[in-house]
């Protein structure tokens, strides 16, 4: 399947757009493998992502915690962009991709 990048037009303030790398919220220019029980900064970018970039309406605070609302906003997020086969709630290259609108 095709990654379909984020709707730029959902943008926020608290986001724009890098030259170098998509859309980026101000957390982590990174891309490593996001997961369930990860905290910090990669987290912080993969929640703002999904919450300023992709129209999810869900529950989802942009604390650096990855736990259940991040979990099922991730899981959204690729049933969404990537498809549902893709929808394994781990933040690897194809959903970073999608995420940054590359």
């Not at 999904?50 to 991040?70: M, P």
């Not at 194809?94 to 590359?102: F, N």
């Given at each position: 399947m095709t990654t379909q990048?984020?709707?730029?037009?959902?943008?926020?303030?608290?986001?724009?757009?890098?030259?170098?790398?998509?859309?980026?919220?101000?957390?982590?220019?990174?891309?490593?493998?996001?997961?369930?029980?990860?905290?910090?900064?990669?987290?912080?970018?993969?929640?703002?992502?999904?919450?300023?970039?992709?129209?999810?309406?869900?529950?989802?605070?942009?604390?650096?915690?990855?736990?259940?609302?991040?979990?099922?906003?991730?899981?959204?997020?690729?049933?969404?962009?990537?498809?549902?086969?893709?929808?394994?709630?781990?933040v690897g290259p194809?959903?970073?991709?999608?995420?940054?609108?590359?």
């Open positions: 990048a984020a709707p730029v037009a959902l943008a926020t303030a608290g986001c724009g757009w890098d030259d170098g790398i998509g859309w980026y919220c101000g957390f982590s220019k990174g891309s490593a493998d996001t997961h369930y029980g990860d905290r910090g900064d990669k987290v912080a970018e993969v929640q703002a992502l999904v919450k300023n970039t992709s129209g999810y309406g869900g529950e989802l605070a942009v604390d650096g915690v990855f736990g259940k609302d991040t979990l099922v906003a991730v899981k959204w997020f690729q049933k969404t962009y990537l498809g549902p086969k893709e929808a394994d709630g781990t194809k959903t970073w991709e999608a995420l940054r609108g590359m």
